[in-house]
């Protein structure tokens, strides 16, 4: 049984960085993928960015060139480090981990808690 625990949520102001984190208890195939999402209030949780086996990398078009997500295989985890942040990035996000990746959609098989990200302008 897998579990993730997220961590680095916190307030933030706009323009500045924030890295969160993402541990997991149980074992992680390296080729597996990991992942981010977000949930903004009233909407549906969305993928922020992906790291599959090979370390390609997927991001969602509105946090290219400021987000990167990173995995440390040896250490079961998975970051998202988050730079010039904005308002509209302030969310819940969700750390993601096993399933399967095609077409450009992920589907977990696991999910943390939960980590809050408040962007103040």
């Known amino acids: 049984q897998v579990q993730l625990v997220e961590s680095g949520g916190g307030l933030i102001q706009a323009g500045e960085s924030l890295r969160l984190s993402c541990a997991a208890s149980g074992r992680i195939f390296r080729t597996s993928p990991m992942g981010w999402f977000r949930q903004f209030p009233g909407k549906e949780r969305e993928s922020v960015a992906v790291i599959r086996g090979g370390d390609i990398r997927y991001y969602v078009e509105s946090v290219k060139g400021r987000f990167t997500i990173s995995r440390d295989n040896a250490k079961n985890t998975v970051s998202l480090q988050m730079n010039r942040l904005k308002p509209e990035d302030t969310a819940d996000y969700y750390c993601?981990?096993?399933?399967?990746?095609?077409?450009?959609?992920?589907?977990?098989?696991?999910w943390g808690r939960g980590t809050q990200v408040t962007v103040s302008s």
């Open positions: 993601a981990a096993g399933g399967d990746y095609d077409t450009s959609r992920y589907f977990p098989a696991y």
